[in-house]
């Protein structure tokens, strides 16, 4: 069952895939905004996964975040996602990114619960 609190932590070793220079956000070689906010959406994706129905899951409806500092190609990047609120099929994280233990990105994310079948019958 869903519950606030659920939190899950994401990890990534930056890559040179995960870069700005290489996703195109920017260019230098630095962990890119889009592969950090990637990162925090995946751990709020987990952090309610196995207390979902059978059949469901939940897709990204909003994010806002800061990136507040660089992290290099080979760095320890982890995200935090905490559920803070449920209401109806809307589900509202807090998270968080660190590199090591500096804070690089914080903000909220938005996800809603939705059947499986259901969402991919309507493409």
């Not at 909220?108 to 493409?123: G, N, Q, Y």
């Given at each position: ?48 996964s196995d207390s ?53 990105g914080e903000g ?16």
């Open positions: 069952m869903i519950h606030q609190g659920l939190t899950h932590t994401s990890t990534l070793k930056v890559t040179n895939a995960d870069t700005a220079l290489e996703m195109g956000s920017g260019d230098m070689p630095v962990l890119a905004t889009p592969a950090m906010t990637a990162l925090m959406e995946n751990a709020a994706m987990l952090a309610v979902l129905p059978e059949g469901c899951t939940t897709v990204g409806g909003h994010i806002s975040t800061s990136h507040l500092k660089p992290s290099r190609v080979g760095a320890q990047v982890s995200a935090t996602a905490t559920l803070d609120k449920i209401d109806g099929r809307k589900l509202y994280f807090t998270v968080k990114a660190h590199d090591g233990d500096t804070l690089i909220s994310h938005l996800r809603f619960i939705v059947e499986r079948e259901r969402f991919m019958a309507k493409l």
